[in-house]
């Protein structure tokens, strides 16, 4: 089956640094990459949307200067948190869409877990 | 509005029973996917079942089978004999529409979690 990894698996931070976190599909393109949040026992929130090569799509409510998604290239795509404050602390899950999609469309990431103190 | 519902935030069951975890949905597409995912505490989302709105016949995937009634816009996930390592966090997601470049992206439940006692 289709893998995607992302690196860290977890980061701790000081508050107002920026952290990098890495999306990749290992053994497939994909055309499409989600980037979800998730709070403690709570939903995951869809933050954007990014296709390789053009800017994300970001959801109502989340700031794009603060979360700046690049997906540049069709394995990779990163997102940073900006001047990062414990707020930000959370759980980040990303998701591939390959070029050829079946109904399974979505294969998801194991997630980075982001503290910020 | 909430467009997808899932109104037990925890559940219980024995060890090798069955049990229904309910999921509400709400939209104005033709054609939608209906998911279920399953999350243990590691935090990975596991994919279980699919529903496509066009689908005639109930989706089944082994011990798991969505009970789709178009309707009632529910999609209740049905898990038969149940194991100690189904307790998790179960998610409903949708995702609407047919194409664009936001095609695939899901809408998730509030999520119910599922102890299986021994």
């Known amino acids: 089956g289709a893998v995607v990894s992302q690196h860290p698996s977890w980061v701790i931070c000081k508050s107002g640094t920026s952290v990098k976190i890495e999306c990749r599909s290992l053994?497939?393109?994909?055309?499409?990459m989600f980037w979800y949040r998730q709070f403690p026992k709570q939903s995951l929130m869809l933050m954007a949307t990014?296709?390789?090569?053009?800017?994300?799509?970001?959801e109502q409510g989340v700031e794009k200067d603060k979360f700046l998604i690049n997906h540049a290239s069709l394995t990779l795509s990163t997102l940073t948190v900006t001047s990062a404050h414990p707020e930000d602390s959370s759980f980040y899950i990303c998701?591939?869409?390959?070029?050829?999609?079946?109904?399974?469309?979505?294969?998801f990431g194991p997630g980075t877990r982001l503290t910020v103190l | 509005a909430q467009k997808i519902t899932q109104t037990q935030p925890g559940m219980f069951v024995q060890e090798k029973e069955a049990v229904t975890l309910d999921c509400t949905y709400d939209?104005?597409?033709?054609?939608?996917?209906l998911f279920w995912y399953k999350q243990p505490s590691s935090g990975e989302m596991i994919f279980l079942i699919y529903?496509?709105?066009?689908?005639?016949q109930n989706a089944t995937e082994g011990r798991y089978s969505l009970n789709f009634q178009k309707a009632r816009k529910s999609a209740n996930l049905v898990i038969s004999a149940s194991q100690l390592g189904d307790s998790a966090m179960y998610f409903c997601?949708?995702?609407?529409?047919?194409?664009?470049?936001?095609?695939?992206?899901?809408?998730f439940g509030q999520g119910t979690i599922l102890t299986v006692h021994p």
């Open positions: 998701s591939a869409r390959a070029r050829e999609a079946t109904y399974n469309e979505q294969f």
């Open positions: 997601a949708m995702r609407e529409g047919s194409g664009g470049t936001s095609y695939g992206k899901l809408t």
């Open positions: 990014s296709n390789e090569g053009s800017k994300a799509t970001y």
């Open positions: 053994d497939f393109q994909a055309t499409t």
């Open positions: 939209t104005s597409d033709q054609s939608y996917g």
């Open positions: 529903q496509g709105s066009y689908d005639e």
